[in-house]
């Protein structure tokens, strides 16, 4: 069973920055995919920013040029960069992994953290 961990959420100011990290159990470099997903209240949790082994990016419109995910495979960490947030970007930011299919869906996700709150004040 692969555990998750994030941390680095925090409450800041709209324009202001955030570092999400997640520390995993196993070898990120051995995921087939890793991403960063995020849940308002009120709304269904959605994708946020994802890479893939070959290191491959991809990010939801709303977050591009904006966030920046990567990963450090010697230390088993993921990263969220967040700068120029905004009051939408609130939410719980979860770390999830794959082991097969990367993409947005939650139902492809194998392995999720217990979140962190990020909260963004205009």
């Known amino acids: 069973q692969v555990q998750l961990v994030e941390s680095g959420g925090g409450s800041v100011q709209a324009g202001g920055s955030l570092r999400l990290s997640c520390a995993a159990s196993t070898s990120t470099y051995s995921m087939f995919c890793m991403s960063w997903f995020r849940q308002a209240p009120g709304k269904e949790r959605e994708g946020v920013a994802r890479r893939t082994r070959d290191g491959t990016t991809a990010y939801v419109n709303s977050v591009e040029g904006r966030f920046t995910i990567s990963q450090d495979n010697a230390k088993n960490i993921l990263y969220l960069q967040m700068d120029n947030l905004k009051p939408e970007d609130t939410g719980m930011y979860y770390c999830?992994?794959?082991?097969?299919?990367?993409?947005?869906?939650?139902?492809?996700?194998?392995?999720w953290g217990q979140g962190t709150q990020v909260t963004v004040s205009s």
């Open positions: 999830a992994a794959a082991n097969k299919v990367c993409s947005w869906l939650t139902r492809t996700v194998d392995y």
